[in-house]
């Protein structure tokens, strides 16, 4: 994941921030997260742990669906005032949960609004190469919390594949799993394929350069857009930037320029 959001990486370095890669496993946010409590564990007078996404034990998941919800807040009151009305359908793509969270979360008491999360569906849910928990994965404990993880039937977590680097995590927010089992949310998953062709589609129709993450929501929407009745009100969570993945994008659609600087 490191080299994957190198960009990201070299900001915080620039901000002032010590970051150390984890290569233990399959070196993404799983074995990251590992890493951070067993140094927290040893290390807890002088340091604190802090989790970006809703996921891990109380409080985290509620403190981070909090922060994020800002952006649900300000959709729902923009929509009205734009619009007239709340929107029919929100669709948001779905790693840890947090930016999916943040968006549902102000939407709940209104039944009449369809919440749509996108996992990563990698090469095919039957490829065995994906991240979506929804679909293929099984609830148990671990890292502190209990929800849905991406794991065998011993318990052992299984590697997950994921283009972006931030949907590729094994589990997913214990928020989310509630919302799920409540079928308050409805969850289904985009292909690596399918989030380039939604991320080029976007960049060339409206100037947009969404992050692979939330890709998966612009493809979720395109694949279902022929079942969404005519004059809905469709909100798409793109809450990222894809300047970071610039060459993943470069390196996913096969662009000979640079492949041959690869070369």
């Known amino acids: 994941d490191v080299e994957r959001q190198r960009p990201n990486v070299f900001w915080m370095e620039q901000l002032g921030a010590s970051v150390i890669p984890v290569s233990d496993g399959t070196a993404t946010l799983k074995d990251a997260i590992n890493a951070a409590m067993r140094d927290w564990a040893e290390s807890m007078e002088s340091t604190h742990y802090v989790l970006g996404t809703t996921c891990g034990p109380h409080p985290f998941p509620e403190m981070v669906a909090w922060f994020q919800s800002i952006i649900g807040q300000e959709s729902r009151h923009q929509m009205i005032e734009k619009n007239g009305k709340k929107p029919d359908i929100i669709y948001a793509c779905v790693g840890g949960g947090s ?107 409206e100037g947009i350069i969404p992050a692979l993450e939330c890709g ?45 600087f690869l070369r």
């Open 99 to 205: 930016n999916a969270s943040g968006m549902f979360i102000p939407f709940l008491e209104d039944n009449s609004v369809e919440l749509v999360g996108v996992e990563a569906g990698g090469f095919g849910l039957d490829s065995g190469h994906h991240a979506a928990r929804f679909s293929s994965g099984k609830v148990g404990v671990a890292q502190g919390y209990k929800t849905y993880f991406f794991q065998n039937n011993e318990g052992q977590m299984l590697n997950t594949h994921s283009i972006a680097a931030g949907l590729d995590y094994v589990g997913v927010s214990p928020i989310l799993s509630h919302l799920h089992d409540q079928k308050r949310v409805r969850f289904t998953a985009a292909k690596d394929d399918a989030v380039v062709s939604a991320t080029k589609l976007l960049i060339r129709t």
């Open 216 to 260: 998966h929501a612009f493809a979720g929407v395109i694949e279902e857009a022929e079942n969404i009745p005519d004059g809905s009100q469709v909100l798409i969570n793109l809450s990222g930037r894809g300047d970071k993945d610039i060459f993943n994008i470069a390196e996913a659609i096969g662009d000979e320029k640079w492949m041959e």
